[in-house]
Every structure is written in structure tokens, then in C-alpha cells.
């Protein structure tokens, strides 16, 4: 669909293309999804996500330095502090005592493989468009997961709801959420846009109280309360 898309925007260039960053930042997509998945299979949601999620914007912004000796500014630091104890926060009523060790692992390499995903995205935009990035980085790290679609079984991808679902998950979820962070990524710091994308879990709190009717402890309104300061500060 994104591929699709820049293509009927006549954003795709052959051109033009670091082919080292690109082959680093599709495969960083490609680790990140069954790292996340497994991460939160083995320890749970609330452990995996908040270690994958809250890890991604400390090694982005220590990857930044590092690697383009670009050092982040004490807001970025204050923003990122707060947005993650805002995560932890949100987590902690549902949080298991511990957590699978392996999934712990794993949830890092989620959050690493997303940071390098930010990071080699954010180098690709200084010569193509969003949507030529995002096309292209996903078209490729589709093609590296598709034999993964035959080792399990897929028959409920032909029933109504399976399609439906599929499709919600491949064009808005995942197509549209990214090109949208992408398209933002060009305007901002890579280690801000990580520190940003923590609206995530903000996001699906609130929509669980709303949607779903879901009751939220008050250490989660903290977590709340905490994240968006995070967020509007750095913003």
C-alpha cells in the first residue's frame, strides 16, 4: 500500500539512494515486529511494551550522539525522563511481578531496531520524500518477513472479520500511522520524534476508558498527566 502510494505520487526515484542506510533501516523494521510480538508474548503487555517503548527514545537520543555527535538538548533529556515514567506509570496496574527474561531481551531489540529505524529513516529524508521512504523501507522489510507466512497457518486471513482486520492493521495501523511519522520525522530531531511516538500507550489508555469503558487507577492518571507534560514540553 505504501509502495503503491509514492508510486502514484510520483515520488519514487531510482536514484539518489544510500542503499547501506536503506538495507540497515528495512532491516530494522523487519527485527522490530517479531521482536515486539515475542517480547510481549513471552512477558506480557505491560512488561514487553513498556520496556520496547520506553527503551526506544533513550537509545535514539544515545545513538544520536554517538553516531552523528549531535547531543541532546536538556529538554530532550526532561521530556524523555518524564514521558517514560509517564509509560511506567500506565503500565504498573496490570504489570506482572516480573517477566521473562528472554522477553525482556527481546523487547530491547525492539526498542533498538526502532531507534535505528528512526535514525537511518531521518538520514534517508535528507534525499527522498516521506512517502518514497516509507514505501520503499517497508516494501523491503515485507519482502525479508514474507517466508514467516508460511510457517503458520493463515486460513482466517479468508473470513470476513480475518480480511477486515487485516486490512485496518496493514493500511491505517501500520501504513498510515508510519507515513505520518515519517512525514514528521523530516521536521524534527530523530531522538524528539522516538520521544514523541510514547503518545502511543497514552493513546490506548484513553481510548480503553472510552471505547471499552475500561476504569483507570489513579496511578495511571499520574502516568497520564506525566506523559503529556513530557510531550507538550518537548513539543
Known amino acids: 500500500t505504501l509502495l503503491l502510494f509514492a508510486a502514484l505520487r510520483g515520488q519514487l526515484k531510482r536514484s539518489g539512494w544510500p542503499i547501506k542506510t536503506l538495507i540497515i533501516a528495512a532491516l530494522s523494521m523487519a527485527f522490530y515486529q517479531p521482536f515486539f510480538f515475542s517480547a510481549v508474548s513471552l512477558s506480557g503487555i505491560a512488561v514487553g511494551t513498556v520496556v520496547a517503548i520506553g527503551s526506544a527514545p533513550i537509545i535514539a537520543g ?6 552523528f555527535k549531535k ?6 533529556w526532561i521530556a524523555t525522563a518524564a514521558a517514560i515514567a509517564g509509560v511506567s506509570f500506565l503500565f504498573i496496574p496490570s504489570a506482572s511481578a516480573g517477566g521473562s527474561f ?3 531481551l527481546l523487547a530491547l531489540g525492539a526498542g533498538l531496531s526502532f531507534a535505528v529505524y528512526t535514525l537511518t529513516s531521518k538520514k534517508l529524508l535528507q534525499q527522498q520524500k516521506p512517502e518514497a521512504v516509507t514505501g520503499t523501507v517497508f516494501f523491503l522489510s515485507a519482502v525479508l518477513l514474507a517466508p514467516l507466512l508460511f ?3 493463515l486460513s482466517w486471513i479468508l473470513s470476513v472479520q480475518g480480511m477486515a482486520v487485516s486490512l485496518y492493521i496493514g493500511v491505517i ?8 511519522f515519517t512525514t514528521g520525522l523530516a521536521k524534527v530531531p530523530a531522538s524528539t520524534a522516538v520521544t514523541l511516538s510514547l503518545a502511543e500507550p497514552l493513546t490506548a ?12 487507577p489513579l ?3 499520574a502516568g497520564i498527566a506525566l506523559l503529556l507534560l513530557g510531550i507538550f514540553y518537548i513539543s
Open 62 to 67: 544515545c545513538l544520536e550522539w554517538l553516531v
Open 71 to 76: 547531543v541532546p538538548q536538556a529538554k530532550w
Open 102 to 104: 528472554l522477553g525482556i
Open 151 to 153: 510457517l503458520y497457518d
Open 173 to 180: 495501523a501500520t501504513g498510515a500511522a508510519y507515513l505520518l
Open 205 to 216: 489508555s484513553l481510548l480503553g476508558t472510552v471505547l471499552v469503558r475500561e476504569s483507570l
Open 219 to 221: 496511578v495511571s492518571w
